[in-house]
């Protein structure tokens, strides 16, 4: 084989030898580009998914606030019967929960039992009240007593709000 057999197959070459270096950077930067997007991709996936929890312990420590009793009994009309606002009281905290029911997809399920049993609770001792007293107590008689109730039972609802804000902060923490 002499060398003019090959001169045909010099321009061939030469572009081979151009091509392969050319080749293999763009096989480098699409697989460090696809590999970014799937991180940038997972990352959003995890943003996503952290805020849909801290959204659900703002959702969840705002209804604990409603049902704290003090901002119970400044709610609704004075001339109310005691039964009329028991009524509406639980009518409107059970509303409350069922719309927010849905968080606990995202809190813990030691707190969201917390949650339902601070819930209960109120609705308990808003029924206890209401049979404890007899049926010559007017509304704001009945509002008091419910408070010092809920005083002598402990402050649950903040205990219950507390544990809520130790498990986003381990949340955060964690990010």
């Not at 719309?99 to 001792?125: E, G, H, P, R």
């Not at 649950?156 to 949340?171: A, G, R, S, V």
Request: glycine share 4%.
């Amino acid at each position: 084989m002499n060398i003019n057999s090959l001169v045909p197959y010099i321009p061939y070459a030469f572009a081979l030898f151009v091509a392969v270096p050319f080749l293999v950077l763009l096989r480098q930067f699409v697989h460090y580009y696809i590999n970014a997007k799937e991180k940038e991709l997972k990352t959003a996936g995890l943003v996503a998914g952290q805020s849909s929890r801290i959204h659900a312990f703002e959702r969840m420590t705002l209804f604990l606030e409603r049902i704290k009793p003090s901002n119970l009994v400044a709610k609704f009309d004075k001339n109310l019967a005691i039964h009329e606002f028991v009524f509406l009281t639980e009518k409107g905290i059970q509303e409350e929960f069922d719309y927010n029911s849905t968080q606990q997809l995202y809190i813990s399920s030691v707190n969201w039992q917390n949650i339902i049993a601070a819930k209960n609770k109120i609705i308990s001792l808003l029924h206890s009240t209401y049979e404890g007293l007899g049926s010559n107590a007017n509304l704001d008689d009945y509002k008091t007593v419910f408070l010092m109730n809920c005083n002598n039972e402990g402050d649950f609802i903040n205990q219950t709000i507390e544990e809520i804000k130790k498990e986003l902060l381990i949340l955060n923490f964690n990010l």
